[in-house]
T-cell receptor
Framework: EDKVVQSPLSLVVHEGDTVTLNCSYE??????LLWYKQEKKAPTFLFML????IEKKSGRLSSILDKKELFSILNITATQTGDSAIYLC???????FGAGTRLTVKP | DTEVTQTPKHLVMGMTNKKSLKCEQHMGHRAMYWYKQKAKKPPELMFVYSYEKLSINESVPSRFSPECPNSSLLNLHLHALQPEDSALYLC?????????????????FGNGTRLTVT
């Protein structure tokens, strides 16, 4: 069965800090890895990564995939309180999520 | 607002009731999903439909019965639920599932139905 492991499970930082979230996976027939942000309701899509070493960027968020070491990282620079959320990772095989990282950004 | 519509937004039901959750999308997606989410936990996959056929059933108890009448609609029929089934039920869709067409296909989620079983 596919396995998706996220770390850390919980993280508390102050505004302006930079954070790195990790998602490692073990799957057969890997196609892509997806990151989502969930605040109060529906998860919203952030990035889809299919190729190693190519950074995806959106504002202060960026993500990269390492298909050799089987992991992805999500970086958030200059964090703001609005970044407080659960960040979820899923592998585009069975669409099962990892446990998520709960990020809290304090003013 | 999302492109995946779920109704109702909230539902309170007794353990002997029968109710249904509904999900609709008009993006032409051929895969639809039900997830269950408890407080402070990630969404947990329940069912996946691909081209209106059930592809995945994650050993969900039979008191949850999914139905996909057509490619735009997904229902979840509920009967004889337990209080521990109280949760947020999320519907999602994607272009495809486990197919080449799903290669560039993230999930699009509805806002969920908050279910309380009394």
């Amino acid at each position: 069965e596919d396995k998706v492991v996220q770390s850390p499970l919980s993280l508390v930082v102050h505004e302006g800090d930079t954070v790195t979230l990790n998602c490692s996976y073990e799957v057969t027939n890997f196609r892509s890895l997806l990151w989502y942000k969930q605040e109060k309701k529906a998860p919203t899509f952030l990035f889809m990564l299919t190729s190693s070493g190519i950074e995806k960027k959106s504002g202060r968020l960026s993500s990269i995939l390492d298909k050799k070491e089987l992991f992805s990282i999500l970086n958030i620079t200059a964090t703001q309180t609005g970044d407080s959320a659960i960040y979820l990772c899923a592998v585009n095989n069975d669409m099962r999520f990892g446990a998520g990282t709960r990020l809290t950004v304090k003013p | 607002d999302t492109e995946v519509t779920q109704t109702p937004k909230h539902l309170v039901m007794g353990m002997t009731n029968k109710k249904s959750l509904k999900c609709e999308q008009h993006m032409g997606h051929r895969a639809m999903y039900w997830y269950k989410q408890k407080a402070k936990k990630p969404p947990e996959l329940m069912f996946v439909y691909s081209y209106e056929k059930l592809s995945i059933n994650e050993s969900v108890p039979s008191r949850f019965s999914p139905e996909c009448p057509n490619s735009s609609l997904l229902n979840l029929h509920l009967h004889a639920l337990q209080p521990e089934d109280s949760a947020l039920y999320l519907c999602a869709s994607s272009q495809g599932f486990r197919a080449l067409s799903s290669y560039n296909s993230p999930l699009h989620f509805g806002n969920g139905t908050r279910l309380t079983v009394t």
